[in-house]
């Protein structure tokens, strides 16, 4: 059982890139969220998918997109990298909207 | 004023002692609260929640909720060496919203 498997683990862009972190989850949960992670900042949303079908975003949105593919796949999409995107970015699922999260391993993303 | 207060420490206690992780929040409508550990460089693990006032245990863990004070806990009993992460609360509040603290990080020394 994999749990939530994110790809790639580790990322580096140069700035005005793009690229698409992928998230999937087999455990048939209804919701996905995509987190980003900084020093002294804690974990902060950047969007969330509360079932198939929907997207709404979350703390920090601003140069972000989403993708709800189907129940299983949640890609963030970062579509010109700045160096502020630096980030640890974790994707997340749980059974409903205030149950536990279950977490991916992270993709550590460096933009110069 | 943050959705979700911790001490950042560190917090250093001997190994068998009780460690002791507090937070606090601010909306009093709050409704459920958990627990997450996270080793250096992992990913958060969730490891208790409470959604009602007074004790939870699990093992060696027990998490405790005072809605009146806004005030939850998590308390480590016979700390051990591997106990040793950043432990981030994380509430839902009364307009569904989910929110992390910042984390506390605890060294367990042998």
């Known amino acids: 059982n994999a749990g939530v498997t994110q790809t790639p683990k580790f990322q580096v862009l140069k700035t005005g890139q793009s690229m698409t972190l992928q998230c999937a989850q087999d455990?048939?949960?209804?919701?996905m969220y995509w987190y980003r992670q900084d020093p002294g900042m804690g974990l902060r949303l950047i969007y969330y998918?509360?079932?198939?079908?929907?997207?709404d975003k979350g703390e920090v949105p601003n140069g972000y997109n989403v993708s709800r593919l189907n129940k299983r796949e949640f890609s963030l999409r970062l579509e010109s990298a700045a160096p502020s995107q630096t980030s640890v970015y974790f994707c997340?699922?749980?059974?409903?909207?205030?149950?536990?999260?279950?977490f991916g391993s992270g993709t550590r993303l460096t933009v110069v | 004023q943050k959705e979700v207060e911790q001490n950042s420490g560190p917090l250093s206690v001997p190994e068998g002692a009780i460690a002791s992780l507090n937070c606090t929040y601010s909306?009093?409508?709050?409704?459920?609260f958990f627990w997450y550990r996270q080793y250096s460089g992992k990913s958060p693990e969730l490891i208790m929640f409470?959604?009602?006032?007074g004790d939870k245990e699990d093992g060696r863990f027990t998490a405790q909720l005072n809605k009146a004070s806004q005030y939850v806990s998590l308390l480590i009993r016979d700390s051990q060496p591997s106990d040793s992460a950043t432990y981030l609360c994380?509430?839902?509040?009364?307009?569904?919203?989910?929110?992390f603290g910042t984390g506390t990080s605890l060294t367990v020394i042998p």
């Open positions: 997340a699922s749980s059974l409903d909207r205030l149950d536990g999260y279950t």
């Open positions: 455990m048939n949960h209804n919701s």
């Open positions: 998918s509360a079932s198939e079908g929907t997207t």
């Open positions: 909306d009093r409508g709050s409704q459920s």
């Open positions: 409470i959604y009602s006032n």
């Open positions: 994380a509430v839902t509040n009364t307009g569904n919203q989910f929110y």
